[in-house]
DNA sequence: TAGTAAATACGAACGCTTTCGTAATTTATG
DNA sequence: CATAAATTACGAAAGCGTTCGTATTTACTA
């Protein structure tokens, strides 16, 4: 899989998966809680998106609809394996050690971690 | 810090932090291993970090040494820290519990992840 | 010293992303 | 129906990264 969205892309991905099939103005708006960035430039990336595939869009109504045609965790496990080659050399187990040291975790999240390694260490034997 | 090298610049940062100063030649060499990469392309880019600031060069003998400019702990952080926030929308624990889920970790691996959890578990108290 | 090899310097070309102005089209409103 | 508003379509420009050909400089060698 050759998945290299670039950052508006992602941007604007994140947003499809979080409220799923939209417009553009809708998207639009979206990213300006963030910064501002004029609709007839999302729509331009939007309409690119559509020519990679990286969305499919509905033209039924004069308001097209956009939908992600990725899948969301697909997509972050590509780009967490990508993420690992360049910037820890391969090694998942530096990032999580990384990850986990500068974040301040809070009892709940860690006793989640830490029944995933209890599975991890069942399926072991 | 605004610091968003591009996939060269990040590749040839990862070759000068593993081998430490290096001339052009043999980080095109290090670059080859991988890819195909023409040697005067790496001279380009290498001289284009250095107008970055991202290494450092001496000049004094024919054949110019770089070094790199930004430490490698820092770095990592910093890229950390973006790519949370852009694939796993601001959740350091969504990626660690992925990260983790993928990967075959062995037993000494847990083990570490584990006294790091404790260590963690105290430092709240 | 003349010639060759190695290294740096320079500049241009190409592709891709982002941005935006403007035209064309469609829908709604009075 | 005529006008306005919203939307899509189109194309161009600017910026950046990457690549490479070529010129220039430097050092070594016979």
Do not use: C
């Amino acid at each position: 899989m050759k998945f290299k969205p670039s950052d508006s892309e992602l941007e604007i991905l994140q947003i499809l998966w979080k409220q799923g099939a939209s417009s553009v103005r809708s998207v639009n708006e979206e990213l300006n809680k963030n910064r501002e960035v004029g609709y007839t430039t999302t729509l331009k990336i939007m309409q690119i998106m559509a020519e990679k595939n990286l969305v499919t869009r509905n033209t039924d109504s004069r308001t097209h609809i956009y939908t992600a045609a990725v899948n969301e965790a697909e997509a972050r496990q590509n780009l967490l394996e990508k993420f690992v080659d360049t910037t820890f050399r391969g090694s998942a187990m530096s990032l999580v050690m990384q990850a986990l040291g500068n974040h301040k975790a809070s009892a709940e999240e860690l006793a989640e971690i830490k029944d995933l390694i209890r599975k991890m260490e069942n399926d072991a034997d």
